[in-house]
């Protein structure tokens, strides 16, 4: 079963330190997302990307964030001078269609923790 | 705006005992309605998922959940549980043609043997 690829599982970076965060998408799907979770909180909606533009952005998603989808593959979440809060485990996602519905498939996440 | 609410952020079971997780929600238009599984240390999986028809849904492992439209709740059952059921347990909802979840707080279910 085609699956959503995230690497790295872990990373670790200091205060102020810029960090990208890599995802691997289903190769026929369109729409791209990224999710948050910290630690004892509810997974959060951050951005969603669609035809080489971000058609949805939550408030979390400030100046600080940035997505690009570099080359026909992969699509990065970047995040300029990371803060102690921005620990979290990051999940990426991608979905065919537009909808929820149908074959909207979350990766393994990336647990990104700040010092 | 919608929101999720799990009332339980943890459930004791143990092992071949029935359980139920609940989840309500509020919306003001119609929704989509969604578990998802975490295991530790891994991603989200699709359990089951409600969008339009019988109202009582049949997903993975032996879940089931009911979409209840007068109390806006959408509840997770497994008659009989097993050790391999311990992870945390996750309800969303969406809006239809809408590309987003919103997700509850969880709820981490341990089963005991």
């Known amino acids: 079963e085609p699956e959503v690829t995230q690497t790295p599982s872990h990373q670790v970076t200091q205060m102020g330190q810029e960090v990208i965060l890599h995802c691997v998408p289903i190769s026929n799907h369109l729409y791209f997302y990224w999710y948050r979770q910290i630690l004892g909180q509810k997974v959060e909606f951050l951005v969603s990307?669609?035809?080489?533009?971000?058609?949805?952005k939550s408030e979390i998603f400030d100046d600080q964030f940035s997505v690009e989808r570099p080359d026909g593959s992969n699509f990065t979440l970047k995040i300029r001078s990371t803060k102690l809060e921005d620990s979290a485990m990051y999940f990426c996602?991608?979905?065919?269609?537009?909808?929820?519905?149908?074959?909207?498939?979350f990766g393994s996440g990336t647990r990104l923790t700040v010092v | 705006a919608q929101s999720v609410t799990q009332l339980d952020s943890q459930v004791p079971v143990f092992e071949e005992a029935p359980v139920e997780l609940r989840c309500n929600y509020s919306?003001?238009?119609?929704?989509?309605l969604f578990w998802y599984v975490q295991y530790p240390n891994q991603g989200l999986q699709l359990l089951l998922k409600?969008?339009?028809?019988?109202?009582l849904v049949k997903g993975i492992n032996g879940f089931e959940a009911e979409f209840n439209k007068s109390q806006t709740s959408f509840h997770l059952r497994k008659p009989s549980v097993h050790i391999s059921d311990t992870a945390e347990y996750f309800c969303a909802v969406s809006e239809s043609n809408f590309n987003k979840f919103y997700f509850g707080s969880g709820t981490k279910l341990n089963v005991k043997p």
């Open positions: 990307f669609y035809n080489n533009e971000i058609s949805e």
């Open positions: 919306s003001s238009v119609s929704v989509y």
């Open positions: 409600y969008l339009s028809g019988s109202t």
């Open positions: 996602a991608s979905s065919e269609v537009i909808g929820v519905g149908y074959g909207y498939t």
